[in-house]
């Protein structure tokens, strides 16, 4: 009797603690959704704060590469006009040296004359003014010789003339040389100090896009562990998204030709070879762009040399740019599926005709995306 009384009350006891403890199991849930809800909107507040700084960060460093290729131009044409005045004064120098050898040449004949007329020969100089028949012939004879001295002595005085003329103008060129390669010191520091600029910017851009990262896979794993994405989609079957998947389990963003592949290229706007961090796909304008695979938009916007773009995080260590786009159609913290719209085809920021680049990213570095393709 005593038993049935004790498992009476205890029933009695459960059907008045049910309502509560459903009460309490309902509030829990609300509680954490609202926390839930609460933590996505500020991470993805703070998503959008990095991003506007990455944008404003990615802007000074296209200023800055803009200074920098002006400066070099500059300094370009300062080391022209240094190799000219170098080619200036070694021109002058030859002259210089030719004028100083003729002056020597004829400094020899001259004197070499000289001790000829007064010391050899019946040609003399004591023997023309001695052999002279009358006081006529005498002066005549005596006119002859302080033309032949005059003559040569014109001719001295001319060669240095032009030697006087030509080091002066060795002179000037060096003066301007020396002013050239003090421009050119002054240019040379101005680049150094864009470059140490730039550095220092470019750090601040890397350490916004590491956050940005960061805070976009914080984002996707909250949406994945409250409202757990498909695992594979592709949009709807009338998408016109290719199909299949590689390795990664990826498909083609666009259809179209590789016009540049993952590797080192000649760069087209800059005139040097770098490393091709994606790979470019060949496509019109305007041409629909899908997410190679679900997950959370990190970023929107315009993106530096990549013009607008968009950068997706599939989970806390894969992601995926898209760049060059025309406009985009997706903003920073959404969440997209497998060959959802994301952007369309264009030619913006460092680009020389319409086509998608198109990059993956390990831990924020970029690396073959041929593995995941199909």
């Known amino acids: 009797m005593e038993t049935i009384e004790t498992k009476t009350g205890l029933r009695a006891l459960m059907r008045k603690l049910i309502p509560s403890i459903l009460i309490l199991l309902i509030c829990f849930s609300f509680t954490s959704s609202f926390t839930h809800g609460t933590e996505l909107t500020d991470k993805q507040s703070q998503l959008t704060e990095v991003n506007d700084k990455k944008a404003q960060a990615s802007k000074e460093l296209e200023e800055i590469a803009e200074k920098i290729k002006n400066q070099m131009e500059v300094l370009s044409g300062i080391n022209n006009e240094i190799t000219i005045k ?22 020899r004949n001259l004197n070499k004359r000289l001790r000829t007329m007064y010391k050899n020969g019946s040609v003399g100089f004591i023997d023309v003014l001695l052999g002279s028949n009358n006081i006529s012939e005498f002066l005549s004879n005596i006119e002859m010789i302080q033309r032949i001295y005059r003559s040569d002595q014109n001719v001295m005085a001319s060669l240095k003339k032009d030697y006087q003329d030509l080091k002066a103008q060795e002179e000037a060129l060096i003066a301007q040389k020396q002013e ?19 550095a220092s910017a470019k750090k601040n ?9 960061a805070l976009g896979n914080e984002i996707a794993a909250l949406q994945a562990q409250y409202a757990p994405p498909p695992s594979s989609g592709g949009g709807s079957g009338d998408s016109g998204a290719p199909s299949g998947g590689g390795g990664g389990g990826f498909i083609w963003p666009v259809v179209g030709p590789i016009t540049s592949d993952y590797t080192y290229r000649w760069h087209p706007i800059f005139g040097y070879y770098h490393g091709h961090t994606g790979i470019d796909i060949g496509v019109g304008y305007g041409t629909p762009i899908r997410a190679a695979q679900s997950g959370t938009v990190i970023l929107s916007s315009w ?65 073959s995306p041929w593995p995941y393709l199909p």
């Open 303 to 367: 993106y530096g040399g990549y013009g607008n773009a968009v950068v997706i995080a599939h989970d806390s260590s894969l992601s995926t740019v898209y760049g060059h786009c025309q406009s985009l159609a997706v903003s920073a913290g959404q969440y997209v599926n497998q060959g959802d719209v994301i952007a369309y085809v264009g030619s913006t920021g460092w680009s020389t005709g319409p086509h998608l680049h198109f990059e993956v990213r390990v831990n924020g570095q970029h690396t």
């Open 86 to 107: 170098e080619n200036e004064i070694a021109d002058s120098e030859e002259k210089i040296q030719q004028k100083q050898a003729d002056m020597e040449e004829r400094q």
């Open 205 to 213: 851009f890397d350490e916004l896009e590491q956050q940005s990262q």
């Open 180 to 198: 050239l390669s003090a421009k050119q010191a002054e240019a040379e520091k101005a680049r150094e100090e864009l470059q140490a600029t730039q």
